[in-house]
């Protein structure tokens, strides 16, 4: 089975922190993604990325950044962690296939 | 157009009971429409998804019909089980299985015993 890991089921950190969140997924797929999901609101994409070193904003890039220097490891980064961006981040991938998106567990991220 | 419109909010259906989810879109060039399963503390996992080619799929208790002129599709859970909940999402793409997925809001299933 296609397996995404993300580093943290949780984390807490404090407002203006630079915040990583690792996903790392074990089946070289060549396409992965970050969304945040928050109540009511559903799956937003954050950013996308098709290849190495490659990377697409998605609906809501803004204070967000990302690094896939690895084919198998996509990072989001929060370059100063605001309360705003309390939420749960799901790192998703998938490959040339019908079988769609393949999602990590989550990483439930408190801004304090 | 992007957008995927999905109801209801939320749903409480008694075990044994039907469960229905509706989705709707706008854009005629989307032609890849999964849906998926989202348990507490874990990420969506692919249920069950459908091409516009045909107009229903099943999966065991799983049915997706799809209603190309109406540009809706929904899903169908029969014999509801408290096992089925979850928070389900549709979703749909342009180019099969390897666009973009467009997610619905999600609709947040209760089956009761």
């Known amino acids: 089975d296609v397996k995404v890991t993300q580093s943290s089921r949780y984390l807490v950190k404090r407002t203006g922190e630079k915040v990583f969140l690792e996903c790392v997924q074990d089946m070289d797929h060549e396409n992965m993604f970050w969304y945040r999901q928050d109540p009511g609101l559903g799956l937003r994409l954050i950013y996308f990325s098709y290849d190495v070193k490659m990377k697409e904003k998605g609906d809501i890039p803004e204070g967000y950044s990302v690094s896939r220097e690895k084919k198998e490891r996509f990072s989001l980064i929060l370059e100063s962690a605001s309360t705003n961006q309390t939420s749960m981040y799901l790192c998703?991938?998938?490959?040339?296939?019908?079988?769609?998106?393949?999602f990590g567990s989550g990483t439930r991220l408190t801004v304090v | 157009q992007q957008q995927v419109k999905q109801s209801p909010q939320s749903l409480i259906v008694q075990k044994g009971g039907i469960s229905i989810i509706n989705c709707a879109y706008e854009?005629?060039?989307?032609?890849?429409f999964p849906w998926y399963q989202q348990f507490p503390g874990k990420g969506p996992a692919l249920l069950i998804a459908i091409r516009p080619d045909v107009s229903e799929k099943k999966e065991g208790r799983f049915t997706i019909s799809f209603n190309k002129s109406a540009k809706q599709f929904s899903l169908h859970i029969m014999d509801s089980q408290p096992g089925d909940s979850a928070t389900y999402f549709c979703a749909a793409s342009i180019g099969g299985s390897q666009g973009n997925l467009i997610f619905g809001k999600g609709t947040k299933l209760s089956v009761k015993p």
């Open positions: 854009n005629t060039a989307f032609d890849y």
């Open positions: 998703a991938s998938w490959g040339q296939s019908f079988y769609g998106y393949t």
